[in-house]
């Protein structure tokens, strides 16, 4: 079993800088429709690109617009899973302000340097909250899809990938994840190996062992 943690193409909110984080959130641009195009036929050209087992998708638009694009190309229909939304910033959703960008780093800095997982923007959610809807779905799809050969599509986001990933990835630390955020429609690529997973690729960066 092979997983792409795919993240979505440009949305309006990537471009204004907002926050947009509950849904139904912004629309792809039209430039993000065509990276993800870009995408699809790059996934065509993979040599298991007739094995893809499955798609699941952020409910947030710009990952259900991302998820269809592929869907339509490589013919298997995509599913919708809340696990992979992108994290709640609580009383900054919708803002764009230096303010709510500040208070971002905060946190994040408070969850993956000092390990406060209990940290959190005003009304938003914790790293703790993220874990407990991310780590179970992982779980799930090895169940669902750990036996069997070919691959599955997780379109998602990039601050629930930065978070959740070194949780999940054998070989790859919170300091690699922090230092190498993945852009729009680049994907981190693991395979299932004695039930775990393993990074092999990162956003277009081969990786053995990341630490950093």
Not at 61 to 70: M, N, P, V
């Amino acid at each position: 079993m092979r997983i792409y943690f795919v993240r979505h193409g440009e949305s309006d909110a990537n471009t204004l800088n907002v926050f947009s984080n509950r849904a139904p959130g912004h629309a792809l641009t039209a430039s993000g429709r065509k990276q993800v195009a870009l995408l699809a036929d790059e996934l065509t050209r993979e040599p298991d690109g007739n094995s893809f087992l499955a798609i699941y998708s952020s409910p947030l638009q710009r990952a259900i617009e991302s998820a269809q694009i592929l869907s339509e190309k490589l013919a298997i229909p995509y599913v919708v899973s809340a696990a992979l939304t992108e994290y709640d910033v609580g009383i900054y959703e919708g803002r764009s302000d230096e303010e709510g960008w500040r208070k971002y780093g905060e946190v994040l800095r408070e969850w993956l340097l000092d390990g406060n997982w209990d940290a959190r923007m005003e009304g938003g959610e914790s790293f703790n909250d993220m874990r407990s809807r991310f780590l179970p779905f992982m779980e799930w799809l090895k169940s669902q899809h750990g036996h069997r050969d070919g691959s599955v599509i997780l379109m998602g986001h990039g601050g629930t990938y930065g978070c959740m990933l070194p949780l999940v990835l054998e070989n790859v630390d919170f300091a690699f994840a922090a230092k190498n955020m993945i852009e729009n429609t680049t994907y981190i690529l693991a395979d299932l190996k004695g039930g775990k997973f393993v990074c092999s690729t990162w956003g277009g960066i081969q990786v053995d062992r990341a630490d950093g």
